[in-house]
């Protein structure tokens, strides 16, 4: 097992580097007006675009731009943001970004695994009857509305019966139920109905005929049993999802108006601001890379039969 | 036992649902009129005060810090930071004499230091050095005395390329000190501060109410080195407000200070600017109370004026003095347009032809005459000693009063005509166009073939009101000339318009909107001049150009106006530029009391909020109307007084 893990951990820091060293190169592919608005372009001499491109990093020897990157982030320095708020340490943004996000999409998360789960197991108990219609009619709705069209809806239909004001503010409490809960309506769907499916398929296997023709209660049965059984393909993903809730949802912070990480990755890229893309490029895909390893473990402990090495002959 | 967990969960969910409406029904709805909501889309990168691109930054800095003058709220200069002021009798040395109780204050409404004359000078000296922002310098550069060698100086010391013996010696430190003998901004006294201009200008004024003559505390922003303006407390106050707080993305919330020299006078307590991207959010908090005033999108607004309870409150804002105009492309890379556009009458052809009520329609179904104009100057913002308008002059005064009726297909036909018999042989070829591929950009290309039809590029954006745009007008030109003539090619760019486009001249036909920067027709036709800044066009009319100078260098307003209204006219009657319409005239509701706050086409005053009164119910369009008729009747007044 640590062989394994140590093995694992080397082609996890060698997927990152390499992904940030491509991204790295991409981003000082593009065209440098980019980066000036048409009045700045036009008001700036070519010596002080120059300056100003050097300054930020834009221009000059890659390979040396990019070990100068390497070397600093080992010593902790994220370095600062050019373009989107420029002379501000990175380290200071996503600072008073990530906590809005982490909140968000792990109260969320919460949620949505105790009432998704719930659900699914109501769903695979009553297969065929009332509960499961009702289930896929909620599931089938929030897949297949685009969520910006439901959002939206909810967020005026509620805030307005409730009299409680429309867009998140931290000093407000109240502000902060709603988009949590909005947050959690697709990810309840898609529990459920993942859960449902795995129940259903170990609903067939032999050790539960078994177990129930030996009398056991069908509630024990789901509890100890079945439902055991059946997490462990979604375990896999539960790691990723936690992680990866720090990047924010794009939808529900525009419409809430969350200062969270939802929107940064994109704006920086558009902004052209190559610094905070690359700090954010290596922050996602080490958590997506640590992520998907992470899940790999835990299925491990939840299912012992499972083994991520080939069994060595003895 | 799954009943059991339904039922707990569902007398949860239950119990969650009556707190929360317990919680909420505390509030309620009355609208507190000391406190403006307002919202803003584009966030603003930093807060230096002296680089501020867009609106949302002017609308921060212009609150929390003064200058020497501001507008009042019928637009005329009044005093702010300076008590009074004269000029020498040429117009190119101005002193100001500060008032002597105007303090800079901290992001915790504690005293700083006094605002002296010193600061001003300072402030200039942060402006000038081009490491530490990216102001705009082209208005001033050449106008104050060694400003623009000092500059350049510096731009030069910095420069990577340029070899050290053409260099000026450093170090930099001693040329920066240079600034205090060559420049010609200097503080007399601890309250005079006096600007030397390296020639006559009447309309220095206008000047002063843009951002880049701010005052500056040096010691303070010194202090904070490059982290000045990347927060509140990293910025000194000296206007009727304090930044109290600014979440990125989020919030700025400003407060009024209660030790501003002129306190008395606001009576907007605090501010709380919210960033909100969704248009469709802003009507229902509107309704709601929790925002002062909406704009209104096209189908927002024919949707509330059915409105039986909002459909009063839908009020036209003011016209800005942005205005918006089409022109043909002299260095077309099309043989075909080239061998046209040289040709007066075709371009007059152009101008009669183009239906631009149909085509202002798409973005403002009501009013959309009157959000037409025909001049390149705006309406309402110059006016000469006497309080006559510039745009009253000849031949401007004609040109407005043709209204909507340059629409005239039976003129067009004529001139059009006319340009075919110049340009063509008769049997449909085009003199001077070659047969061939034409490259617009990296990825649009087309054939041509040297005869009739004449085929035009015009170039659009992507949205869907761009598209149908671009789509009126060929039917349009299509129309009026016949598809045998003119072959109209719709052209949709990617990217940014100016750098895709407009710059490398990969167009035939396109339109933009163009700023007005300060009171005075220069601001606007010295850059239309022969490779003038935004003459995109790219025509050459010495005439033009000759009058222009001829009118700049007179010192009267009316001799200036009188030179420069000829001039105008020469490239709206000669088809250079096809004016369209105005900017702003949006649609909204608001709680704000109109024509309260400081008015004015440009620069930071007309973004204040001082002496701004609010209203507990939304203005109606009747009393809009009501105040407006005040106000012009006052306004008159004052101009004829």
């Given at each position: 097992?640590?062989?394994?893990?140590?093995?694992?951990?080397?082609?996890s820091?060698?997927?990152?580097?390499?992904?940030?060293?491509?991204?790295f190169?991409?981003?000082?592919?593009m065209?440098?007006?980019?980066?000036?608005?048409?009045?700045?372009?036009?008001?700036?001499?070519?010596?002080e675009?120059?300056?100003y491109?050097?300054?930020?990093g834009?221009?000059?020897n890659?390979?040396?731009?990019?070990g100068k990157?390497?070397?600093?982030?080992?010593?902790?320095?994220?370095g600062?943001?050019?373009v989107?708020?420029?002379?501000?340490?990175?380290?200071?943004i996503?600072?008073?970004k990530?906590?809005?996000?982490?909140?968000?999409g792990?109260?969320?998360?919460l949620?949505s695994?105790?009432?998704?789960?719930l659900?699914g197991?109501a769903?695979?108990?009553?297969?065929?009857g009332?509960?499961?219609?009702?289930?896929?009619?909620?599931?089938?709705?929030?897949?297949?509305?685009?969520?910006l069209?439901?959002l939206?809806?909810?967020?005026?239909?509620?805030?307005?019966l409730?009299?409680?004001?429309?867009?998140?503010?931290?000093?407000?409490?109240?502000?902060?139920?709603?988009?949590?809960?909005?947050l959690?309506?697709?990810?309840?769907?898609?529990?459920?109905?993942?859960?449902?499916?795995?129940?259903?398929?170990e609903e067939?296997?032999?050790?539960?005929?078994?177990?129930?023709?030996?009398?056991?209660s069908?509630?024990?049965?789901?509890?100890?049993?079945v439902?055991?059984?059946?997490?462990?393909?979604?375990?896999?993903?539960?790691?990723?999802?936690?992680?990866?809730?720090?990047?924010?949802s794009?939808?529900i912070?525009?419409?809430y108006?969350i200062?969270?990480m939802?929107?940064?990755?994109?704006?920086?890229?558009q902004?052209?601001?190559?610094?905070?893309?690359?700090?954010?490029?290596?922050?996602?895909?080490?958590?997506?890379?640590?992520?998907?390893f992470?899940?790999?473990?835990?299925?491990?402990f939840?299912?012992?039969?499972?083994?991520?090495?080939?069994?060595?002959?003895? | 036992?799954?009943?059991?967990?339904?039922?707990?969960?569902?007398?949860?969910?239950?119990?969650?649902?009556?707190?929360?409406?317990?919680?909420?029904?505390?509030?309620?709805?009355?609208?507190?009129?000391a406190?403006?909501?307002?919202t803003?889309?584009?966030?603003v990168?930093?807060?230096?005060?002296?680089?501020?691109?867009d609106?949302?930054?002017?609308k921060?800095?212009?609150?929390v810090?003064?200058?020497?003058?501001?507008?009042?709220?019928f637009?005329?200069?009044?005093?702010?930071?300076?008590?009074?002021w004269?000029?020498?009798?040429?117009?190119?040395v101005?002193?100001?004499?500060?008032r002597?109780?105007?303090?800079?204050y901290?992001?915790?409404g504690?005293?700083?230091?006094p605002?002296?004359?010193?600061?001003?000078?300072?402030?200039m000296?942060?402006?000038?050095?081009?490491?530490?922002?990216?102001s705009?310098?082209?208005?001033?550069?050449?106008?104050?005395?060694?400003?623009?060698?000092?500059y350049?100086t510096l731009?030069?010391?910095?420069d990577?390329?340029?070899a050290?013996?053409?260099?000026?010696?450093?170090?930099?430190?001693?040329?920066?000190?240079?600034?205090?003998?060559?420049?010609?901004?200097?503080?007399?006294?601890?309250?005079?501060?006096?600007?030397?201009?390296?020639a006559?200008?009447?309309?220095?004024?206008?000047?002063?109410v843009?951002?880049?003559?701010?005052?500056?505390?040096?010691?303070?922003?010194?202090?904070?080195?490059?982290?000045?303006g990347?927060?509140p407390?990293?910025?000194l106050?000296?206007?009727?407000y304090?930044?109290?707080?600014?979440q990125?993305?989020?919030?700025?919330?400003m407060?009024?200070?209660?030790?501003y020299?002129?306190?008395?006078?606001?009576?907007?307590?605090?501010?709380?600017?919210?960033?909100?991207t969704?248009g469709?959010?802003?009507?229902?908090?509107?309704?709601?109370g929790e925002?002062?005033?909406?704009?209104?999108?096209?189908?927002?607004?024919?949707?509330?004026?059915?409105?039986?309870?909002?459909?009063?409150?839908?009020?036209?804002r003011?016209?800005?003095?942005?205005?918006?105009?089409?022109?043909p492309?002299?260095?077309?890379?099309?043989?075909?347009?080239?061998?046209?556009?040289?040709n007066?009458?075709?371009?007059l052809?152009?101008?009669?032809?183009?239906?631009r009520?149909?085509i202002?329609?798409?973005?403002?179904?009501?009013?959309t005459?009157?959000?037409?104009t025909?001049l390149?100057?705006?309406?309402?913002?110059?006016?000469?000693?006497?309080?006559i308008?510039?745009?009253?002059?000849?031949?401007l005064k004609e040109i407005?009063e043709?209204?909507?009726?340059?629409?005239?297909?039976?003129l067009?036909?004529?001139?059009f005509e006319?340009?075919l018999?110049?340009?063509?042989?008769?049997?449909?070829?085009?003199?001077g166009?070659?047969?061939?591929?034409?490259?617009?950009?990296r990825t649009?290309?087309?054939?041509?073939d040297?005869?009739l039809?004449?085929?035009?590029v015009?170039?659009?954006?992507a949205?869907?009101d761009?598209?149908?745009?671009a789509?009126?007008?060929k039917?349009?030109l299509?129309?009026?000339?016949g598809s045998?003539n003119?072959e109209v090619?719709?052209?949709?760019?990617?990217?940014?318009?100016?750098?895709d486009?407009?710059?490398?001249g990969n167009?035939?036909?396109?339109?933009?909107?163009?700023?007005?920067?300060?009171?005075?027709?220069?601001s606007?036709?010295?850059?239309l001049?022969?490779?003038?800044?935004?003459?995109?066009?790219?025509?050459?009319?010495?005439?033009?150009?000759?009058?222009?100078?001829?009118?700049?260098e007179?010192l009267?307003?009316?001799?200036?106006?009188?030179?420069f209204?000829?001039?105008?006219?020469?490239?709206?009657?000669?088809?250079?530029?096809?004016?369209?319409?105005?900017?702003?005239?949006?649609?909204?509701?608001?709680?704000?009391?109109?024509?309260?706050?400081?008015?004015?086409?440009?620069?930071?005053?007309r973004f204040?909020?001082?002496?701004m009164?609010?209203s507990?119910?939304?203005?109606?369009?009747?009393?809009?109307?009501?105040?407006?008729?005040?106000?012009?009747?006052?306004?008159?007044?004052?101009?004829?007084?």
């Amino acid at each position: 097992m640590a062989k394994y893990i140590f093995k694992r951990t080397l082609q996890s820091l060698l997927s990152v580097f390499i992904v940030v060293f491509v991204v790295f190169l991409l981003l000082r592919l593009m065209p440098t007006d980019g980066y000036f608005t048409r009045d700045d372009y036009q008001n700036m001499s070519e010596a002080e675009r120059e300056m100003y491109l050097e300054d930020i990093g834009a221009v000059g020897n890659p390979i040396k731009l990019f070990g100068k990157f390497m070397v600093d982030l080992f010593h902790g320095d994220l370095g600062e943001s050019y373009v989107l708020q420029p002379h501000r340490a990175i380290s200071d943004i996503l600072a008073e970004k990530i906590p809005y996000s982490l909140y968000f999409g792990v109260v969320s998360m919460l949620i949505s695994l105790v009432l998704g789960l719930l659900m699914g197991m109501a769903m695979a108990k009553g297969k065929g009857g009332l509960p499961d219609a009702l289930g896929t009619g909620y599931v089938v709705i929030v897949r297949a509305v685009p969520s910006l069209i439901y959002l939206f809806l909810l967020q005026i239909a509620i805030t307005g019966l409730f009299k409680i004001p429309m867009m998140f503010s931290e000093r407000n409490p109240v502000t902060w139920i709603l988009p949590t809960i909005s947050l959690s309506l697709s990810s309840i769907a898609w529990y459920a109905i993942w859960l449902r499916r795995f129940m259903v398929d170990e609903e067939n296997r032999d050790y539960v005929k078994f177990a129930r023709s030996k009398g056991m209660s069908d509630w024990k049965l789901m509890k100890s049993h079945v439902l055991r059984n059946a997490l462990v393909p979604l375990a896999q993903y539960f790691p990723l999802q936690m992680l990866l809730t720090i990047s924010g949802s794009l939808v529900i912070e525009s419409l809430y108006s969350i200062p969270g990480m939802g929107g940064l990755l994109v704006e920086a890229i558009q902004e052209m601001d190559n610094s905070l893309v690359q700090v954010l490029v290596i922050l996602y895909s080490t958590l997506g890379v640590l992520g998907v390893f992470l899940g790999d473990i835990l299925m491990v402990f939840l299912d012992p039969r499972i083994r991520l090495t080939e069994k060595e002959e003895g | 036992m799954m009943k059991k967990i339904l039922s707990r969960t569902v007398s949860i969910a239950l119990a969650m649902l009556l707190t929360v409406s317990c919680l909420s029904g505390c509030g309620s709805k009355s609208v507190n009129t000391a406190e403006y909501l307002g919202t803003y889309s584009t966030d603003v990168t930093s807060l230096i005060p002296f680089y501020l691109p867009d609106t949302t930054g002017k609308k921060v800095i212009s609150n929390v810090i003064d200058g020497l003058i501001e507008t009042d709220r019928f637009g005329a200069f009044v005093p702010s930071l300076a008590e009074s002021w004269e000029h020498n009798d040429d117009y190119s040395v101005w002193t100001f004499h500060l008032r002597k109780d105007a303090k800079w204050y901290d992001s915790k409404g504690a005293e700083v230091a006094p605002v002296t004359a010193q600061d001003f000078v300072d402030g200039m000296r942060f402006v000038a050095d081009h490491k530490k922002t990216k102001s705009d310098m082209s208005i001033i550069k050449s106008v104050i005395a060694g400003l623009g060698e000092y500059y350049d100086t510096l731009v030069d010391f910095d420069d990577p390329n340029l070899a050290p013996s053409k260099k000026p010696e450093g170090p930099r430190e001693k040329l920066e000190a240079q600034f205090d003998d060559t420049v010609g901004v200097k503080a007399l006294d601890e309250y005079t501060v006096q600007y030397t201009l390296t020639a006559p200008v009447p309309y220095f004024e206008s000047f002063l109410v843009t951002e880049i003559f701010l005052p500056n505390h040096k010691e303070f922003s010194d202090q904070c080195g490059t982290k000045f303006g990347t927060s509140p407390d990293q910025l000194l106050y000296c206007g009727a407000y304090i930044l109290q707080s600014w979440q990125r993305n989020k919030e700025f919330v400003m407060v009024k200070n209660e030790n501003y020299y002129d306190a008395d006078k606001v009576s907007v307590e605090k501010i709380v600017l919210q960033k909100i991207t969704d248009g469709a959010a802003t009507v229902e908090m509107f309704k709601r109370g929790e925002l002062t005033g909406t704009s209104l999108t096209g189908d927002q607004v024919e949707h509330y004026m059915q409105d039986p309870e909002w459909g009063q409150y839908v009020t036209l804002r003011d016209k800005s003095s942005v205005n918006f105009w089409f022109f043909p492309n002299f260095e077309s890379p099309n043989s075909e347009f080239n061998a046209f556009v040289q040709n007066e009458d075709f371009r007059l052809a152009l101008y009669h032809a183009l239906d631009r009520v149909t085509i202002a329609q798409l973005y403002n179904p009501y009013d959309t005459e009157d959000m037409l104009t025909n001049l390149i100057c705006p309406e309402d913002v110059c006016y000469d000693e006497n309080g006559i308008d510039y745009t009253d002059y000849a031949p401007l005064k004609e040109i407005k009063e043709r209204g909507a009726a340059t629409y005239d297909p039976a003129l067009a036909k004529e001139y059009f005509e006319k340009a075919l018999s110049a340009v063509t042989d008769g049997s449909g070829n085009i003199r001077g166009a070659s047969a061939g591929e034409v490259k617009m950009g990296r990825t649009f290309s087309f054939q041509t073939d040297g005869k009739l039809p004449l085929q035009l590029v015009y170039v659009h954006g992507a949205s869907s009101d761009e598209v149908s745009m671009a789509q009126i007008i060929k039917m349009n030109l299509e129309e009026v000339f016949g598809s045998e003539n003119i072959e109209v090619i719709l052209s949709q760019f990617t990217g940014d318009k100016y750098n895709d486009v407009i710059a490398p001249g990969n167009f035939d036909f396109a339109y933009d909107n163009y700023s007005f920067k300060y009171a005075d027709p220069l601001s606007q036709l010295d850059r239309l001049t022969t490779g003038g800044a935004v003459n995109d066009g790219r025509y050459s009319l010495p005439q033009f150009d000759a009058l222009v100078k001829e009118a700049s260098e007179k010192l009267v307003a009316s001799e200036r106006y009188e030179l420069f209204a000829q001039a105008e006219g020469m490239l709206i009657n000669g088809g250079y530029i096809i004016p369209w319409e105005s900017g702003g005239g949006t649609y909204g509701m608001t709680r704000e009391i109109p024509f309260t706050a400081p008015r004015g086409g440009f620069g930071l005053s007309r973004f204040k909020y001082k002496g701004m009164q609010l209203s507990e119910e939304p203005i109606s369009a009747e009393q809009y109307k009501q105040l407006e008729d005040e106000f012009y009747e006052q306004l008159l007044k004052r101009n004829a007084g």
